[in-house]
């Protein structure tokens, strides 16, 4: 999210919107079934190569998801009480893949490929083209190697570390074959992780590329084609082919007609940079845009009461939380950081700083998730008790905290000022009164996220984006609670115990097994506060009252071909 501009900025921003075409809405719009909708958010795609720079940015990912397949994804599973449609994370159902099996003697699964899928530029879909993503995946030739992370997590033979340190085994073997044109064998390392299917359900590292146009668009400089899949398409088999792509300004997309499901119900989606969130908001509300995303929890706290528009939201995996650093002091003491957990004002948070559309976390784990445990161990708003813990670990009201001034420092993005910074004012109010010396320090996004995500040195960071996905509870202990896991340990913690307990639930076949060590890993991860768990949050959009459609995917990117309006 860009910086707030001056109002010279918004009138150029409304005058472009207006001259893109979308100040009064054409007569196809006004039709009883429309097929194109304009929707705006912060930004558009920067990038489409999931092994590339832009993989972490959520418009990018939304990109991805509406031009690419995947072999398969998860099942529906009805919807909520605001008209939101859902998955049901234990069942999966085939999209490239028709079916699949998998052989316990040899640790393989047998992938039966849908025939007849063409791609946007003609191409026809067979096992090539899923050797190919393999291939690409494990040359680790991307600046961010997720393919690779992927495949590595979901326990595929043969994408071990070594392949990171070692080129002469990034060439694709016998893991990952060609049985014939529609049949594909993939075999798992031993022991057989738990978090293959979840990992080919999610979005991530696993959507599958047409082959044909991949190689026509490589150089002997870029052999995988990283520099078309980020500046130019990424060519699949999604429901959507790229029509127009303005770095920073919009993205435009048209129905693949040739779509194996059929093709989508709107047939255009303009895709549209509005930086402002609040001029996202107005035009909604004039009727310039269909559907607005990424607004401020207020922003869409109003909108709910608008003549026309639709607010809807799930608690699904976004969540607010503070890592409190194990290496930095005051907070490698457990006592220090469990009195912080009692001076949290969560309700305040709740009504105040979401406008009631949250609820308390209680675990490490979004509550949604397959292998999600609430421990015993809770903290509450509870000054007196923090008080209490704070003289135990040697610091009565808070005396001799001042020489830990820089560990005190409570970091946000500042991008994030509108929606954190209310909600970093009311923290330090408590803070400050059970004698936590805090200042606020909002730094820009990419200070925020090289020093959080990649260098882990932030005594004190107060996060809203961090999500695991795939949709699995053994996964999301996996990546930010271990000492093993990757990348997302950004607060240090290390238990040896929380170690084996995810090493053995992710090998673990009995479901009931599984979950029992799931159990126990949150429950050490609540009594020692791995990370300080605040709520669970609404993921929202705001939309034209006749949109329907809206479906809820754990990267929070909506799938275009899921909406229709009008009619």
């Given at each position: 999210m860009l910086s707030r501009r001056s109002v010279v900025t918004i009138l150029i921003v409304a005058l472009a919107l207006v001259a893109a075409g979308c100040g009064n809405r054409n007569d196809e719009q006004q039709t009883a079934s429309r097929t194109r909708l304009t929707i705006l958010a912060e930004d558009v795609p920067t990038g489409l190569d999931y092994d590339g720079p832009a993989v972490g940015i959520p418009t990018s990912q939304t990109g991805m998801v509406n031009l690419m397949e995947g072999l398969l994804t998860y099942a529906p599973a009805g919807q909520n009480d605001e008209g939101v449609r859902l998955l049901d994370f234990t069942k999966y159902e085939g999209r490239l893949a028709e079916s699949w099996d998998y052989d316990p003697a040899t640790l393989t699964w047998t992938f039966h490929l849908r025939q007849g899928v063409v791609g946007c530029e003609g191409a026809s879909f067979n096992a090539d083209d899923v050797l190919y993503t393999f291939a690409r995946a494990k040359s680790v030739s991307g600046p961010i190697p997720l393919g690779w992370f992927e495949a590595n997590t979901a326990g595929i033979d043969g994408f071990t570390p070594d392949v990171i340190t070692d080129e002469s085994k990034r060439e694709l073997g016998d893991e990952v074959t060609k049985v014939d044109d529609y049949t594909v064998k993939i075999r798992q390392s031993r022991p057989p992780s738990q978090l293959f299917l979840p990992v080919l359900a999610q979005w991530a590292g696993v959507l599958i590329f047409d082959k044909e146009t991949m190689e026509a668009n490589k150089t002997d400089k870029d052999p995988w084609s990283h520099e078309y899949t980020n500046n130019t398409n990424a060519p699949s088999f999604g429901p959507y082919c790229l029509k127009t792509w303005e770095k920073g300004s919009q993205f435009v997309v048209t129905a693949n007609p040739q779509y194996?499901?059929?093709?989508?119900?709107?047939?255009?989606?303009?895709?549209?940079?509005?930086?402002?969130?609040?001029?996202?908001?107005?035009?909604?509300?004039?009727?310039?845009?269909?559907?607005?995303?990424?607004?401020?929890?207020?922003?869409?706290?109003?909108?709910?009461?608008?003549?026309?528009?639709?607010?809807?939201?799930?608690?699904?995996?976004?969540?607010?939380?503070?890592?409190?650093?194990?290496?930095?002091?005051?907070?490698?003491?457990?006592?220090?950081?469990?009195?912080?957990?009692?001076?949290?004002?969560?309700d305040e948070i709740i009504a105040n700083g979401y406008a009631g559309q949250a609820k308390k976390w209680e675990s490490q784990i979004s509550s949604t998730y397959p292998g999600y445990h609430r421990p015993a161990k809770q903290y509450g708003t509870d000054p007196a008790a923090a008080r209490e813990l704070l003289a135990q670990a040697g610091f009565p009201d808070g005396r001799g905290l001042d020489r830990f001034g820089d560990a005190l420092r409570l970091t946000y993005t500042a991008e994030k000022q509108s929606t954190l910074g209310p909600i970093a004012t009311v923290i330090q109010a408590s803070l400050r009164e059970v004698g936590f010396p805090v200042e606020l320090d909002p730094i820009p996004q990419t200070q925020f996220a090289d020093r959080l995500y990649t260098k882990h040195d932030l005594p004190l960071a107060l996060d809203d984006i961090e999500k695991a996905v795939p949709v699995d509870g053994g996964y999301a202990l996996l990546i930010a609670h271990t000492t093993y896991g990757c990348c997302a340990n950004n607060g240090n913690f290390a238990d040896p115990r929380v170690d084996e307990l995810v090493k053995a639930a992710n090998v673990e076949t009995d479901q009931a097994k599984r979950s029992t060590l799931l159990a126990q890993a949150q429950d050490i991860l609540m009594e020692r506060l791995s990370l300080l768990p605040i709520v669970e949050y609404k993921t929202q959009w705001a939309y034209r009252d006749d949109v329907q459609g809206i479906t809820w995917h754990p990267e929070n990117s909506l799938r275009w071909s899921d909406l229709r309006a009008g009619g």
């Open positions: 194996y499901r059929g093709a989508p119900a709107v047939s255009e989606i303009v895709y549209r940079k509005v930086p402002e969130s609040a001029n996202r908001v107005a035009a909604l509300r004039s009727g310039d845009a269909d559907l607005v995303e990424h607004l401020t929890p207020k922003e869409f706290h109003a909108l709910r009461d608008a003549d026309g528009i639709e607010v809807s939201g799930v608690i699904g995996n976004e969540t607010l939380l503070i890592h409190l650093n194990w290496k930095t002091k005051p907070f490698d003491d457990e006592r220090v950081r469990q009195a912080f957990a009692h001076a949290i004002p969560y």
